[in-house]
């Protein structure tokens, strides 16, 4: 049986998530994998082997001295920067295991990182990467350009056939991290603006948590807008059958998988026009794109998309077909053990 190891940060994300799904699947395929984590196990998932360290480090020392008992026939490492540190354990073992690193984003590498970045790629033999806007990203920091990939993410489509929770008000819903990246507060006021100077009769749903929804929540309550905007608990799925329209407003992307899941719930979708996001929404086909960090341009389109029925109708076709096409959870198993077999057999 064949030995892979599965690298990835411990706390909640996208890339673990992929990592896991990934993982559980090639544990279905006949292949022995080790799910490791570096640091903390911030997951209700069971079995995971924590690297912990006191310091950098510390845990590329420890991970060096796992990889030399192990000897897996191939490592496979998500995200930034637990991608650098793992190719330096990689050396420190000084066996020649090949190596996949996945790009999950538009990471922002710094001097120091691009150049540890370059210096590494000859332990990577190949890089996965999540979008296009992904992959010409990483070819900028200077790594082996026909070393790179694009695998689309996927999900299960089915789970998200949801039947949609009757309203009487046109709600407009987002799920994302509360950060700087994921920009809420343009999405408040373009509601803002409509209520109070179009007089639209329009909600708005929020959901997740993170650093600036204390500042979003001061926003709404000084502003007089808690009867239109509404900041909820629960997951995606509790917030998208009460929605009419799903807005995603953000900064960058590397493949925003909120986007599928919002097309297979059957929901029209507004996206601002940033790498990543282009790939998904395709502008007057499966959704609309909107300038970045710009109210009015997102307010404009979400009446645009509130008072036609028959656009919303069409984007929510365009969408069903464009993601079992190109999203849908079999497709990227099939992509990843395709190479996956090519790497440890030279198939």
């Known amino acids: 049986m064949k030995k892979i190891l599965s690298i990835v940060s411990g706390n909640p994300s996208g890339s673990l998530n992929i990592a896991i799904d990934i993982s559980n699947y090639l544990k279905t395929q006949g292949y022995e994998v080790i799910d490791i984590f570096r640091k903390y196990n911030n997951t209700d998932l069971k079995g995971i082997i924590v690297i912990k360290d006191r310091c950098t480090l510390d845990y590329i020392i420890s991970l060096g001295k796992f990889i030399r008992n192990t000897k897996p026939d191939l490592i496979i490492v998500h995200g930034y920067s637990t991608h650098i540190w793992t190719k330096l354990a990689l050396a420190y073992s000084k066996l020649n295991i090949k190596l996949i690193h996945v790009e999950h984003n538009t990471e922002k590498y710094t001097p120091f990182r691009r150049y540890l970045t370059q210096k590494l790629d000859k332990y990577t033999n190949k890089y996965i990467c999540v979008s296009k806007g992904v992959a010409n990203h990483l070819i900028k920091q200077g790594i082996d350009k026909s070393k790179v990939q694009v695998i689309y993410n996927g999900i299960d489509i089915k789970k998200f056939d949801l039947p949609k929770e009757p309203h009487n008000i046109f709600t407009v819903g987002m799920v994302a991290r509360f950060s700087k990246q994921k920009d809420q507060m343009t999405l408040i006021k373009a509601i803002e603006y409509l209520v109070k100077e179009k007089k639209e009769k329009i909600n708005l749903l929020l959901m997740g948590v993170g650093k600036t929804r204390k500042k979003c929540e001061k926003y709404i309550i000084e502003n007089n807008l808690n009867e239109h905007i509404k900041i909820i608990e629960g997951n995606f799925k509790d917030l998208i059958v009460k929605t009419d329209l799903f807005v995603l407003a953000t900064h960058y992307e590397g493949l925003p998988l909120v986007l599928c899941e919002a097309m297979a719930s059957h929901t029209p979708i507004i996206a601002t026009n940033v790498p990543g996001v282009n790939e998904i929404i395709i502008n ?64």
Do not use: C, P, W
């Not at 307010?299 to 096409?325: C, T, W």
């Open 284 to 347: 007057n086909k499966t959704g609309l794109l909107v300038k970045e960090n710009d109210v009015y341009d997102l307010a404009n389109n979400i009446l645009k998309m509130k008072k036609d029925l028959v656009l919303r109708k069409n984007f929510v076709h365009q969408s069903d077909i464009f993601i079992n096409k190109n999203f849908n959870l079999q497709l990227m198993y099939n992509n990843y053990i395709n190479k996956i077999k090519e790497m440890i057999y030279n198939e």
